[in-house]
């Protein structure tokens, strides 16, 4: 078993671009994670940006069980499916704040699932208490806070990597993501709530901040673990990633691969 | 036939399925657990079909367990609680 490194054996960039459809969103995710594995790249920091409504369901959820068509195409959200498991979030732009880590699986090597999912949301929950946010992390993959749920993780292990991403809610509207998601009573079972709407906390009533003022002091808190420069999305992996887009994450196939 | 179980302190887990001539056919395991590597939840979905609609939860499990390949990881979930879900199907 090979070693253990750390965040700062690294040189971490930093993508943060222009908005994406939620395909391409799904692509550049397996793309550049694949990247990170072969070794093409360093460790990536990907914050994402959006271009239109959407549900993003995990890799092992049930299409029909998850989403209401109906409501989906009332309020045009588009349904794709991710590359990891979980669950399933409802984002509209500007109102989550969605990031992807796209680590070397050696960051990780020898720490269980559990481990793993907390070590690479350490410096967020860090960043969330130097906003004032009393967080902590909920076993298995959630964010919370005292008044809520602030977000949830989802991991991928693929060939060498590991992709860890993660949405927090910023402003969501609650009554909207009830009409687009179906969230069953059993999966409310044992959170000690029966309504989705109250689950949820965003980050915007609990700092008062904005969006983009929120992503900078996560930022910072981050370069105090490792250096991270910002770089343009190249063209060579958004071709690849347009590609994956195209003729996997924007199929019927892919997305109602469980129905 | 439709099954959930949210696993105390995990995921959901969901079964879908058909009993055909005393046996389960058609079976879909869904959820919003995480597994690895993901094709395993096809080897999961097989390992069911076929087993008889009057199986107990260790039955079902073994079976479940039988099917996971050495370097399965199975995060939020079990084959014990994939067990539970096809009971709450059958019921």
Redesign the interface.
Known sequence: MSERTQWNDYQWELLHGAPQSPELHMALDAVITDEVGAGLRPPTLRIWEWSQPAVII?????LK?EVDPQGAARHGVKVVRR??????MFVEPGNTITYSLSVPQALVQGMS??QSYEYLDAWVIQALHDLGIKAWYQ???DIASESGKIGGA????RAGAVLHHVTMSYDIDAEKMVQVLRI?R?????KGTTSAKKRVDPLRSQTGLERDVIIERMLQTFRGLASLTPIPLSQATLEKAQTQARDKFSTPEWTAQ?? | MHG???V?????V?V?LEIKDGALSDV???????????EV?DAINDALTGLPADADDARIAAAVQACLPADA?L??FSPEAVAVTVRRALT
């Open positions: 995990g890799r092992f959820q049930s069980n590359v990891s498991g979980g669950g399933a699932f559990q076993p298995l993959n989802a991991q991928a292990r069953g059993e999966k409310l079972s044992d469980v129905p | 959930e179980y949210k105390p302190g995990g995921k959901l969901v879908d879909r395991v869904s959820g919003d657990f995480f597994l690895e590597p993901p939840l990881e995060f939020g």
